[in-house]
């Protein structure tokens, strides 16, 4: 049969859910899309007046907002109604790893996966497309189809056909990526469901780039590009380390590498690690799928792109201790950047968080400055702020939110360049460097300073792929 498609429900209103419906709302004016959230203190800043107050930062999403929303975007925490009268359904809710129970640390938790399904088992109505947006161990598409069904039975005017349709968004760029994509994936059984998603795509995608596969195809695929891209880093950051042996300049090494078409330029700039809410979730649980079916190799072989991530934070903040004497008790120590990469709020697995975790361990005083992450998410990473009266006479570790890069740097022993922030490119070193305690440090995870003026300025550098600058 041939589907209709008047109107869009999305469950999960996070960094996918909401500015991938802004931009199909933004393409496809007629199709009506309400975003749902259980979360209500989260639809209330997707419906704030001041868009500063949007629960997610990405640039050139306020502007899709204000144009969309109230229109044919609506954000809302009434899932029973809008499952009820929707024709298409997204699940785009947290896929997290399990943290205890079996394949804990490694499996992926589907328990918002189970109750989304469970959801629109028992509140849609007629006949629905359900579209897989969050990223899924391959065949959980069958667990999905299992639940559904379940209403059938009872039911009969209820029916479920389930797509895979993997988001390929980077945060940070996510408009510019859901607006150009590379390509759309889109896997499944049912030749006319999968029309009526390609129809909604075709609004701006080219035909050639959207992808049709079956449905195990397109959710592997999802894990593997995922994979893919974080063993390239890996594989950098492995060889930062041999440069900064060596005398040879990672920057040098990455062009003359990236210059050749078969490997590319892109995805090979060394840092303090990769962070996000994606790449070390879904590299696990590839491992845990391959360990399941045997192949011990394969999960060992992806593995270690997780264990060289986790050593080239750990060996960055014993750099940052032994360069200051080997103790940094007391020392008040800047730290520029707490969000995983720059362009983004959000701070889940981002290197700054286990490397400032391991400077407070030995005792730093950091001072913490970025500019989209607030204090709140801070002190939910970190543990509660310092009380600022008492940071003369602490003998012991802690951190100070900082509001500018002036405040952060001043009086500091150190500097830390956490995050690509373009803001953090340009530092006036000029301006700074003498507000430092001498002698003082830089150290740049991210290779993106200009070493020059702050060597000229009296600063001590270290930075990634380089090590110590004389
Ligand atoms: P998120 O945590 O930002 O958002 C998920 C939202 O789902 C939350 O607001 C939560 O309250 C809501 N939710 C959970 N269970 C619900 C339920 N039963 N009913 C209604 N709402 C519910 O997560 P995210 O970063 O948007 O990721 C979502 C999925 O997309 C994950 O599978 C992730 O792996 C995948 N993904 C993420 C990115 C990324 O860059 N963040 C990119 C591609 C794919
Ligand atoms: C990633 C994938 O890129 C995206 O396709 C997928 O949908 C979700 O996961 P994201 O995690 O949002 O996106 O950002 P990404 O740009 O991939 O960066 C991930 C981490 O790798 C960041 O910590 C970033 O700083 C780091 N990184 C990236 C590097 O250290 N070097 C690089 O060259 C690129």
Redo the contacts with the bound molecule.
Sequence with gaps: MSYKIKKICCIGAGYVGGPTMAVIADKCPNLEIQVVDIDEEKIKKWNSEDLSLLPIYEPGLEKIIKKCRGKNLHFSTDLELHIASSDMIFISVNTPTKTKGIGAGQASDLRWIDASARQIAEFARGETIVVEKSTLPVKTALTIKKILEVPKAKNSSKKFTVLSNP???????AIEDLNYPDRVLIGGDDPQAMDALIEIYSNWVEKDKILTTDLWSSELSKLI??AF??Q??SS??SISALCEETGADIMNVSKAIGSDKRIGD??????????????KKDIMNLVYICNHYGLSEVAEYWGKVVDINNWQQKRISNQIVEKLFGTISSKKIAILGFS??AN?NDTRE??SIYICKELIEEGGLLSIFDPKVDKKRIELDLGPELNKKDTNNINQGGWIFSNSIKESLSNADAVVIM??WVEFTTIDWALFASTMRQPAWVFDTRSITNIKAAKKYGLNIWSVGNGEND
Excluded at 167 to 173: D, I, N, P, R, T
């Design positions: 988001e390929f968004l980077a945060e940070g760029s590009a995922n891209l974080a390239r880093i950098i950051n892109k995805f090979l700039n060394p840092g303090p690690g990769f962070g996000g809410s994606c790449f995983f990469k983004t981002s290197p995050t690509e």
